[in-house]
């Protein structure tokens, strides 16, 4: 039913590189095939090797270099006239917005990015953008206004067997599931995204799936030993391809199933590795969470009271801020869990 998982985002001479492709192997012949298309003023090429690029450095966590190339190809697609073209830069940008916490562009970006698809009758791109718009409202905490999207996505991407898409779209619904408190069909659907993407030889959508997995084994079977194995099987192909992002999201989870084993120490030191991996790379969504984990571990340790109480409230606002209404939620959890909900600062 599915083929193997292949990468629309590395167009023009770029095709011969697989999914699976390291991403320091994608920025090399990304900028080596753009720098060509620039001297010979091939504005088309250009703007597609400089997708490539936007990608590479996006999923690398290098934030400025991602923003100057996504950029750089909308205005080299629009130089060339090609509208499918500045619709996959519009992802790449709206993408971008989204892990750095810029939610209403990312909504922006992406919205335009869907139009231009549709508009340069480019199926693919329309199908990435809509799920880039409800992979926003699922973070944000949105559920309701997303679901739906999510199903329509999942049914189209099976409906064309991409495999790829079906498996994002499964690890989208199953967030959402656990998310909710429905741990059962949450890890029905990691499991079948894991043995989609295993099949189909998506080694980023395979490692997500089995985070998934191991979050749900943590917290609902309290199988300490299996989730740690499901990371350390998912932390392989996250460093074989360089995946930063999903890296520091890999020992993010691992400090929570650390935690939630009462391993506070483990969990501390993991905490503190992820906020300075999501640091490095300015994804603010991450870094809360990370900052979540450490405060509740900390004061698992022994940490003043009052300290944890301030920190919480801190990062309470923070969300607040940045519109991520699920972790917002998490926090008023761990307050109450901590026996701090009367202590806050104000």
Sequence with gaps: M?????????????TTLSVNSSLTDVLAAGTRELKAAERAGRHGEAARSGLAVAEAHRRL???GDADRAWKASYRAARAAGDTAAMAWALWSGGTLARQRGAFPLARRLLGLAAELGELGGDVVVRGYSLAGLAETGRIQG?????????????????????ARHTVWALEGIAQIHRNTGRYDTAYALFEEAAEIAARAEDRRGHAWALRGLADVVSVRDGDTARALALLSEAETAC????LSSALA?????RGNVLYRAGRYTEARDLYEQALAEF???????????????????????GRDRAET??????LAHELDRIGLRHAREMVARAQEELGLAAEVVR
Excluded: C, T, W
């Excluded at 460093?239 to 360089?242: I, L, Q, T």
């Excluded at 640091?279 to 340790?301: I, N, Q, T």
């Design 279 to 301: 640091r490095a790379m300015r994804e603010p969504r991450g870094e809360a969470l990370s900052r979540l984990g450490l405060a509740k571990a900390l004061a698992r340790l």
């Design 249 to 253: 999201y890999n020992h993010k989870m």
């Design 309 to 314: 109480a301030a920190e919480l409230d801190e």
């Design 2 to 14: 599915y083929g193997k998982a292949f990468a629309p985002e590395y167009q023009g001479a770029l």
């Design 239 to 242: 460093r074989a391809m360089k």
């Design 142 to 162: 949105d559920y309701e206004a997303v679901a739906r999207l999510h199903e329509q996505l999942l049914a189209e991407a099976r409906r064309r067997g991409e």
């Design 61 to 63: 966590g290098q934030i």
